[in-house]
């Protein structure tokens, strides 16, 4: 019999048969469970009684804003990145036939390492811990490296302008969900688009480039898989930088950031320290500046208020949609001191 998390919210028997179809070296009862911590395309463990596990990651059910969920472009980002030195899972099957478990999903192999969210790597013994963070700056830095054109993604984005392009698209995704007036991020939509920096240029960028999007090896400080590539597009390099260095500038409560601790007696590298890596990995001489990190805070604030609208509207991908949502708030007033200190 079947092992199916009550949560999974679709019946699994058309699944099974349709994996089944894919791969007959998949027999016996299959299970599924949940992975949680995701807020937005709902993830699970899928496995047999023999034969490989995998994961399948689905859209959400429900009502969607546009362009948002595309699992087609996360299956096909992987399935480009493949051949690369960037390490990701290998993209097996993309599914479009609603028919099967209600939404568009694609399975991948599954993975054995860890997963770790919280920057002040509580986990990992002191000494270990800025090889982590390093090794972090240096697999971006590769993505950044990869030639997106050869490898079949000229029509992945827009080449050019990105920040511009950005500001405006989250600009009406916030008018689009948000929930609530809020003067930091009006001050973001009005500071933001007469600050953008001179000079561009175009790259892969994750778009959610963070510790907890990242599969280390289970003993080793080599990150086996960069995860979760629903936000990727062609991009500027500086916008993925930025943004994975956010908890170096937020509190622990606040997606487990490390501001305000002390940096040194947990040997933690500070933010200049892994800038400066990901520097000599990308061999960029253009450093990172405050408007990449206002843009961030915007960024980041209006996708937390999409999960919250979406956990007010019963679509949220997790049971913490709720309280991860209320966040978008802080994200913002992070954005407004950046802007504050500029003048």
Partial sequence: MDNVNAEAGFEPGALRAWLREQMP?????????????????????????????????????????????????????????????????????????????????????????????DY????????????????????????????????????YGKPGAYFTRQISRWTRQWQASNTAENADVDRLI???????????????????????NLMFHRTQPRVIAVLDWELSTLGHPLADVAYSTLPWRTAPDVFEGVRGLDLQALQLPGEREYLRVYQ??????????????????????????????????GNAAADDAVAVGGLSSRFARYGAEIVAAEG
Wanted: with cysteine; net charge negative.
């Fill in 280 to 313: 000599q990995a990308s061999g960029r001489r253009d450093e990172v500046q405050p408007f990449h990190h206002a843009f961030s805070m915007f960024r980041f604030a209006v996708i937390l208020e999409g999960i919250k609208a979406r956990a007010r509207a």
């Fill in 190 to 212: 009005e500071w933001l688009p007469a600050h953008i920096p001179p000079g561009d240029e175009t790259t892969i960028a994750h778009g959610d480039f963070r510790l907890g």
């Fill in 120 to 155: 002040a790597l509580p986990d990992i013994a002191p000494g270990e811990r800025s090889a982590y963070l390093f090794a972090m700056a240096e697999t971006l830095a590769r993505l950044h490296a990869v030639d997106w054109a050869a490898a079949g993604l000229g029509d």
């Fill in 25 to 117: 070296e998949l027999q016996g009862a299959m299970r599924l469970d949940r992975i949680g911590g995701g807020q937005s395309n709902p993830t699970f463990f899928v496995s047999f009684e023999r034969g490989p596990q995998l994961v399948l990651r689905k859209q959400p059910a429900g009502e969607l804003l546009k362009s948002a969920h595309a699992v087609d472009r996360e299956y096909r980002i992987l399935r480009a990145l493949a051949p690369t030195d960037v390490p990701v899972p290998q993209a097996l099957f993309y599914c479009d036939d609603r028919e099967v478990i209600g939404t568009p999903f694609y399975v991948m192999e599954r993975l054995q390492g860890r997963v770790m969210s």
